[in-house]
T-cell receptor, first 114, second 110 residues
């Protein structure tokens, strides 16, 4: 059974640009969550999608957005990149609820903004 | 507000026992997770507690006290491969949002 796949693994962008990250959940998983991980703040929740609808949202500015497709694959977009957006972006999937078994995380996309 | 606290770093010796504490204050509680994350890798699920008490899984055990907003992860017979960050996370709210603490970096000395 394939795990959670995130592409690309590494990305370097310039301030002001935009970026799109992709996540393919485990087959059969309908919930996809996104987290930003930095050394100082740890894992911070961005948003969660379930059946193409945003179910939960964290406290990030509107520059951060996402969507989920009918095959449960998800993308997140960051517009007008800032230096502080440099981080590891992790995607996690679960069947519908994370109760009992939690999330399965992908290996992440390391975004560097210069 | 939502707050999850755990020590930033801990050091222990190979073969010993270490307890990593986590306290939380959240609006609503639907369960508590522990994850392990090795440097440069994805977090991996260790345990889930929703009822008070101790859950044991091999060398790892996790304890929960809902009335105290407190959990701990107990690692026995420490091995060098246990050197990692340990993340405490709380599931909260009507839609089971999961909020993570900043993690505890555990160093194992030979």
């Amino acid at each position: 059974k394939a795990g959670v796949t995130q592409t690309p693994r590494y990305l370097i962008k310039t301030r002001g640009q935009q970026v799109t990250l992709s996540c393919s959940p485990i087959s059969g998983h309908r919930s996809v969550s996104w987290y930003q991980q930095t050394p100082g703040q740890g894992l911070q929740f961005l948003f969660e999608y379930f059946s193409e609808t945003q179910r939960n949202k964290g406290n990030f500015p509107g520059r951060f957005s996402g969507r989920q497709f009918s095959n449960s694959r998800s993308e997140m977009n960051v517009s007008t990149l800032e230096l502080g957006d440099s981080a590891l972006y992790l995607c996690a999937s679960s069947p519908g609820t994370a109760r009992n078994y939690g999330y399965t995380f992908g290996s992440g996309t390391r975004l560097t903004v210069v | 507000g939502q707050n999850i606290d755990q020590p930033t770093e801990m050091t222990a010796t190979e073969g010993a026992i270490v307890q990593i504490n986590c306290t939380y204050q959240t609006s609503g509680f639907n369960g508590l997770f522990w994850y392990q994350q090795h440097a440069g890798e994805a977090p991996t699920f260790l345990s889930y507690n929703v009822l008070d008490g101790l859950e044991e899984k091999g060398r790892f055990s996790s304890f929960l006290s809902r009335s105290k907003g407190y959990s701990y992860l107990l690692l026995k017979e420490l091995q060098m491969k246990d050197s990692a960050s340990y993340l405490c996370a709380v599931m909260t709210g009507r839609d089971d949002k999961i909020i993570f603490g900043k993690g505890t970096r555990l160093h194992i000395l030979p």
